[in-house]
């Protein structure tokens, strides 16, 4: 049992490439869920999935897309990447939650760096 | 939004206690507290989760008032692998819409 697990750990862009980050999870989670930590701040969710198929939009989907095309996996695209997208970012999953927050189980996190 | 309020940073030496306060004025009536462990480099991890008076694990105890208006996160006899970040979070709605919102956090720093 693997957890939640994220790929790739680290990646150096150049502004404007694009590039897509993994997330997987083996617990059958119903939720999934994209954060961004910037240095010393809290995270900040940037999309989330309440199950396969669908996805809406957090506290700073700009410049974002995901997608949730198998209940294990969640992708977050970038785009057209730009530099103050240089962060760490970090996929969770949770079971489906009711009025009592269900925990949200994190991975490693993946750096990236937009040069 | 339920936000939530902590102090930015606090100090403690090993086997003392240490009670981090959160303030959540806008709870809503169904909402439950739940606290969150990050250490550097490393997804956050969970640590304890209320609704009201008083939870206990083995790692943590939280106490939540009448009001829950505010919550306090208790370790007791804290050692230097508990300096970390420590969350305290709301729920911002319930069922489908439902999600957290994290703040900044409080960096706990255990000294020897």
């Known amino acids: 049992n693997a957890g939640v697990t994220q790929t790739p750990k680290f990646r150096v862009l150049k502004t404007g490439q694009s590039m897509t980050l993994l997330c997987a999870q083996d617990m059958n989670h119903e939720y999934m869920y994209w954060y961004r930590q910037d240095p010393g701040m809290g995270l900040r969710l940037i999309h989330y999935s309440v199950g396969e198929g669908t996805t809406a939009k957090g506290e700073v989907p700009d410049g974002y897309n995901v997608s949730r095309l198998k209940k294990q996996n969640f992708l977050l695209g970038l785009e057209s990447a730009a530099p103050s997208q240089t962060s760490v970012y970090f996929c969770?999953?949770?079971?489906?939650?009711?009025?009592?927050?269900?925990?949200?189980?994190f991975g490693p996190g993946t750096r990236l760096l937009v040069l | 939004l339920a936000k939530t309020t902590q102090p930015i940073s606090m100090d403690s030496y090993e086997g003392q206690e240490v009670n981090i306060t959160c303030s959540h004025n806008?709870?809503?009536?169904?909402?439950?507290i739940t606290w969150y462990q990050q250490f550097p480099s490393q997804g956050p991890r969970f640590i304890i989760q209320?609704?009201?008076t008083k939870v206990t694990n083995e790692v943590a105890s939280l106490f939540i008032p009448a009001d829950r208006k505010s919550s306090t996160l208790s370790l007791p006899r804290v050692s230097l692998s508990d300096t970390a970040v420590y969350y305290c979070l709301v729920g911002d709605g319930k069922g489908s819409s439902y999600k957290l919102i994290f703040g900044s956090g409080t960096r706990l720093l255990v000294r020897p």
């Open positions: 969770a999953s949770s079971r489906a939650g009711t009025s009592k927050q269900e925990t949200q189980y």
């Open positions: 806008n709870i809503a009536t169904n909402d439950y």
């Open positions: 209320g609704y009201k």
